[in-house]
Each structure stands twice: as C-alpha cells, then as structure tokens.
Nanobody
C-alpha cells in the first residue's frame, strides 16, 4: 500500500513557475514508477509526466515538453514536478500516481496502469 499526498499548487501568472511535490508513505516507494496527471474542469484526466523507479528514464506529454521536469528523491520518498513557463491551459488539478508496472526503462503513461493516486492539488494560471 502506498499513500500519496501532493502539495505546491496555487495561483500563478502566465509565464511563472511552480514546483509540485508528492510525498509517499511506504517503504517500497523506490520500486514504483511515478507519474503526474492532470484534469482540467470538464475534461478527462491526461498524462503529464512520468519517471522510472531509478530516474533512468522520463516521459512527457508533448504539451509540457521543454517546460516541465519530473524528478524524484527515493531517500525522501518524494517525487517532484517543476513547472516553468506556465500557461493558462495548464490550469488543472494535478495528481501524482504510483505504478508497479514500470521497469528500469519503461514508464507507463496510461492512467489505468497506475495503482495508487493522491488527492490532487489545484494549479491555476492566470492570463
């Protein structure tokens, strides 16, 4: 069992930056691939970024490539999402998730491949 708690969301102007954190409980955190997803009002949840258990590989949605960076610190049981050059279209509830289906190289990008989810943190980008 893994419990996930996101933090770091808030209101920011377009062009600004935020760093989201996701703290995980459980001693097996380092064995899970970790991902970030988001859901805007009235839209389906979408993949944002993911990272393998060892940080060897990452994957990003095309809409955030070059602007967002995912990282993790297994010693702190925490995964991060650094978000730069934010746009109003980035406004959404952001969720972190843990997947047991990742490998040393492969990171899942489908939400159905993730086993545990956090409650989400709201990110609002004003124009």
């Amino acid at each position: 069992q893994v419990q996930l708690v996101e933090s770091g969301g808030g209101l920011v102007q377009a062009g600004g930056s935020l760093r989201l954190s996701c703290a995980a409980s459980g001693r097996t955190f380092s064995s899970y691939a970790m991902g970030w997803f988001r859901q805007a009002s009235g839209k389906e949840r979408e993949f944002v970024a993911a990272i393998t258990w060892s940080s060897y590989n990452t994957n990003y949605a095309d809409s955030v490539k070059g602007r967002f960076a995912i990282s993790r610190d297994n010693a702190k049981n925490t995964v991060y999402l650094q978000m730069n050059s934010l746009k109003p279209d980035d406004t959404a509830v952001y969720y972190c998730a843990a997947s047991s289906r990742g490998t040393g190289y492969y990171v899942p990008i489908r939400s159905v491949d993730y086993d545990y989810w956090g409650q989400g943190t709201q990110v609002t980008v004003s124009s």
